[in-house]
């Protein structure tokens, strides 16, 4: 039916003059008809070959994303487990340094403690002993000359040195080292000593007549002599006391300072590793909090991602079905058009047309004859007739 309203409107002209034919006129129309739907068809092509392109690599990509943002979840996931057990382990293991920190300071705190009770109960010990010392020692240069037979104590003496000298005795005779070191007899001296100080000081005949008496076996010893020898002994054994207790002491002394440096070196260990845990333990808790927000994100992107997938891909599938329809009915239309220039072309319908076109001619000199009127005058437009 295209071809035939083409021709009807193509064939309103002076025929009877035209040099060409009206069918052949016709026909490159349709011919260059023919030519801009397949121009159009071809850009409709390119356009919806980028259209489809952009579908490919967009759907492609969006899907490699989606298999990444999943592997990455699982990834993130494991190693938010992983962190939340490390810093679960450094916090026990933070705690026990603390605790094994506390417990050091402690141990030095009783050391030092334990260390100046010491050292003060050895420096209290140390001045009685050297006071103990002193005293012996006066008594024992106040009765030197007492035996020599010289001069008489109480000439040398004068009777407060004799009572001082008795004083320091009589303390030393208090201390605790005096029980473990002298005997019985020697203590008994001693006591007869202080309390009678008189009678270990001189040679007179009245004196020796006395220890004579006191001394019935005959071995006698002037007295002050025997007092100088337990005095010595006295002062002998708290000297020895004394130098045991000063050995101690450096031991004493050096054992806690051993200790102390081992434990401020057990502590800066602990401090040390300590530091590197609460390092580890604040590089992991960010780590931690960094992973969460990134999983976070990940989740929500992937879901973004999952929808514009799901939209995307059914507009695709829309536009590649609308465009299915579209090149089924331009090829229909493509067909239409070829089968109307093949016909057009045909031998038998251009002669058929060719005297159509004369008979119009013939018919339109008929009725323009003088009587019809003009009112009766044959149409120009041959289409006319044709409705």
Partial sequence: MRGVALLAAFGCSEAATLQASPISRIVTLITELKAKVEADGRKEQQSYDKYACWCE?????????????????????TLIKELMGDLGSLGASIEALKSDIAQNLEAQREATELRDKEYGEYSGERTESEQCIGALEAAIKVLTGAGEGKKGFLEVFQEAQVMS????????????????????????????????????MGHSSTLNAMQIANNPFGDYAPQSTQIQG?????????????????????????????????????????QLTLEK????????TKKLADARVDLDDTKVQLKADEEFFAITKENCKIKSQEWSERSRLRTEEMHGIGQAIQILNNKISRTVFKNATTTFLGMAGFLSRPGLG????WPRCPHLLLG
């Fill in 374 to 377: 003009a009112t009766h005058a």
């Fill in 57 to 77: 690599q967009t759907l492609a990509r969006k899907a490699a994303d989606i298999a990444a943002a999943k592997e990455h979840i699982v990834a993130t996931e």
């Fill in 230 to 270: 337990i005095l010595k002994g006295m002062y002998d054994a708290f000297t020895a006391s004394l130098e045991k207790s000063n050995a101690e002491e450096a031991d004493a002394q050096k054992a806690f300072e051993e200790l102390m440096a081992t434990k401020k070196k057990e502590l800066e260990t602990l």
């Fill in 277 to 284: 845990e609460e390092l580890d333990q604040a590089e992991k």
């Fill in 165 to 200: 000298v008795v004083s320091g005795v009589r303390k030393v005779m208090s201390k605790p080292l005096i029980a473990t070191t002298m005997s019985s007899n020697d203590m008994e001296v001693v006591k007869r000593f202080i309390q009678h100080p008189e009678n270990f």
